[in-house]
Nanobody, 126 residues
Framework: QVHLAQSGGGSVQPGGSLRLSCVAS????????RAWFRQAPGKEREGVAV????????VYTDSVKGRFTISQDNAKNTVYLQMNSLKPEDTAMYYC???????????????????WGQGTQVTVSS
């Protein structure tokens, strides 16, 4: 079983930057993908970015392409989400996740994940 601990987040003005971190412990070798999801009030949880741990390849949802960067530090079992040029619509609770299998094949599908961080609030407001 994988345990995830998040840090980072907070409040920034539009155009600002934040970085989220997610440290994994436990059976980390069983995970093939690590992802960030977010959930705004009244909305479904959506996949933001995923990194496939074996290859380092990444996928982003369209709304964050060019602004967010997901990265991993395998030595520290840590995944990061660097968020630049933040917009008010990025306001949400952000969760990191580790997968349990390679199904569904889409790394931004939350059904793939069985380990979740505790969540951290990101608020973008002037």
């Amino acid at each position: 079983q994988v345990h995830l601990a998040q840090s980072g987040g907070g409040s920034v003005q539009p155009g600002g930057s934040l970085r989220l971190s997610c440290v994994a412990s436990g059976d980390t070798a069983s995970s093939t993908a690590r992802a960030w999801f977010r959930q705004a009030p009244g909305k479904e949880r959506e996949g933001v970015a995923v990194v496939y741990t074996g290859t380092g390849s990444t996928v982003y949802t369209d709304s964050v392409k060019g602004r967010f960067t997901i990265s991993q530090d395998n030595a520290k079992n840590t995944v990061y989400l660097q968020m630049n040029s933040l917009k008010p619509e990025d306001t949400a609770m952000y969760y990191c996740a580790a997968d349990k299998s390679t199904w569904p094949s889409c790394g931004l599908d939350l059904r793939r994940y069985n380990a979740w961080g505790q969540g951290t609030q990101v608020t973008v407001s002037s």
